[in-house]
């Protein structure tokens, strides 16, 4: 399994580049933390039901405990979203904005990372998952802290600030616990081809996300251009 880590670290480069997040790092003000948080509901509000199917899905106690402390470390994080909403006055999104056509990116990566919870064959297929989900996370709060901190809001916010950032990093010690015992599991050329599949699709599911995200902020400018 050392081979999938070493493979999930490349990724993380790869979408490190993504220019959305060259454009968050040229933000000086909160709004597009703001539309942003609009643009991820969907996602952030499914994600738990993600994981928590996924868990269910595991089958060897020995993995499900993984997958159970994962889950256990990632509960309620949705709670700190709907703060982070309501600290920001940023509506919650109504059905009508979560299913319009601005939403389509969301909508199709959560899909598309819900199907790898039923897709998967093997509980390690289940845990490459997590894996997958925790390292696309740790890119994305890095910027989002980053641009939070810019703009003097961190002690305001949870989800999008460093609050969020040093829990995804405090996850590294129960990563690293999990890393040791998969690289104590045999694993043959077929599966670890299919575990990276998995990774490649996960990624590719925020890579699609992301990408909708750069629409709506190049939208947004424009916008604003016309009514300069």
Same mark, same amino acid.
Not at 16 to 29: D, K, M, V, Y
Not at 30 to 54: G, H, T
Not at 93 to 117: C, G, H, Q, W
């Given at each position: 399994?050392?081979?999938?880590?070493?493979?999930?670290?490349?990724?993380?480069?790869?979408?490190?580049?993504?220019?959305?997040?060259?454009?968050?790092? &040229?933000?000086?003000?909160?709004?597009?933390?703001?539309?942003?948080?609009?643009?991820?509901?969907?996602? @952030?509000?499914?994600?738990?039901?993600?994981?928590?199917?996924?868990?269910?899905?595991?089958? =060897?106690?020995?993995?499900?405990?993984?997958?159970?402390?994962?889950?256990?470390? =990632?509960?309620?994080?949705?709670?700190?979203?709907?703060?982070?909403?309501?600290?920001?006055? @940023?509506?919650?999104?109504?059905?009508?904005?979560?299913?319009?056509?601005?939403?389509?990116?969301? &909508?199709?990566?959560?899909?598309?990372?819900?199907?790898?919870?039923?897709?998967?064959?093997?509980?390690?297929?289940?845990?490459?998952?997590?894996?997958?989900?925790?390292?696309?996370?740790?890119?994305?709060?890095?910027?989002?802290? &980053?641009?939070?901190?810019?703009?003097?809001?961190?002690?305001?916010?949870?989800?999008?600030?460093?609050?969020?950032?040093?829990?995804?990093?405090?996850?590294?010690?129960?990563?690293?616990?999990?890393?040791?015992?998969?690289?104590?599991?045999?694993?043959?050329?077929?599966?670890?081809?299919?575990?990276?599949?998995?990774?490649?699709?996960?990624?590719?599911?925020?890579?699609?996300?992301?990408?909708?995200?750069?629409?709506?902020?190049?939208?947004?400018?424009? @916008?604003?251009?016309?009514?300069?």
């Amino acid at each position: 399994m050392k081979t999938v880590d070493n493979y999930i670290i490349q990724k993380q480069i790869q979408l490190a580049r993504h220019p959305l997040f060259n454009q968050i790092t &040229r933000e000086n003000s909160l709004e597009s933390i703001k539309l942003l948080a609009q643009y991820l509901s969907f996602w @952030v509000m499914s994600f738990q039901d993600v994981i928590r199917i996924n868990e269910m899905q595991i089958t =060897d106690s020995e993995i499900r405990k993984v997958a159970h402390h994962h889950l256990v470390e =990632d509960m309620g994080h949705e709670q700190w979203f709907l703060s982070d909403l309501q600290e920001m006055k @940023v509506e919650e999104p109504n059905l009508k904005l979560l299913y319009s056509r601005d939403y389509i990116f969301t &909508r199709d990566a959560t899909y598309a990372i819900m199907s790898e919870v039923f897709r998967a064959s093997s509980d390690i297929e289940r845990i490459a998952l997590i894996m997958s989900l925790e390292s696309t996370g740790h890119i994305f709060f890095e910027y989002t802290a &980053r641009l939070v901190k810019q703009v003097s809001y961190s002690s305001h916010l949870k989800y999008f600030s460093i609050h969020h950032l040093d829990v995804e990093n405090n996850h590294e010690i129960f990563e690293q616990k999990m890393q040791d015992f998969l690289n104590r599991i045999h694993i043959s050329e077929d599966e670890e081809k299919r575990i990276c599949d998995i990774v490649d699709r996960v990624y590719q599911a925020f890579t699609i996300m992301f990408d909708g995200f750069k629409l709506l902020l190049s939208k947004r400018s424009k @916008v604003k251009a016309l009514l300069s």
